[in-house]
Nanobody
Framework: QVQLVQSGGGSVQPGGSLRLSCAAS????????TAWFRQAPGKEREVILC????????YYANSVKGRFTISRDNGGNMVNLEMNSLQPTDTAVYYC????????????????WGQGTQVTVSS
């Protein structure tokens, strides 16, 4: 099984930037995808974007296009979420999650999850 440990997060002012990281350990399939989800207070968890080993980056939330990007390093075992131009509506608990093969917008298809980290955007 893959274990995911998140780091980063915190509080920033509107217009600021923040980076979240997701480190994977344990067994991993040769082809995999890692997505970032977020859950704002009082709202359902939503998938925002994803990266796969074979098909690149997929954006699922239009609100983050042009502001957020996802990248991989350390041989694919570290996935980063770079968030720019943050707004109060981005305030949420952010989760990374992985699945085999390709990206999906279906939460139930992801098999490993990070612990979540709080991002707060306020003045």
């Amino acid at each position: 099984q893959v274990q995911l440990v998140q780091s980063g997060g915190g509080s920033v002012q509107p217009g600021g930037s923040l980076r979240l990281s997701c480190a994977a350990s344990g067994y991993a399939a040769s082809y995999s995808a890692t997505a970032w989800f977020r859950q704002a207070p009082g709202k359902e968890r939503e998938v925002i974007l994803c990266i796969s080993s074979g098909r690149g980056i997929s954006y699922y939330a239009n609100s983050v296009k042009g502001r957020f990007t996802i990248s991989r390093d350390n041989g694919g075992n570290m996935v980063n979420l770079e968030m720019n131009s943050l707004q109060p509506t981005d305030t949420a608990v952010y989760y990374c999650a992985t699945k085999n093969y390709y990206c999906s917008d279906r939460e139930t298809e992801y098999t490993s999850w990070g612990q979540g980290t709080q991002v707060t955007v306020s003045s």
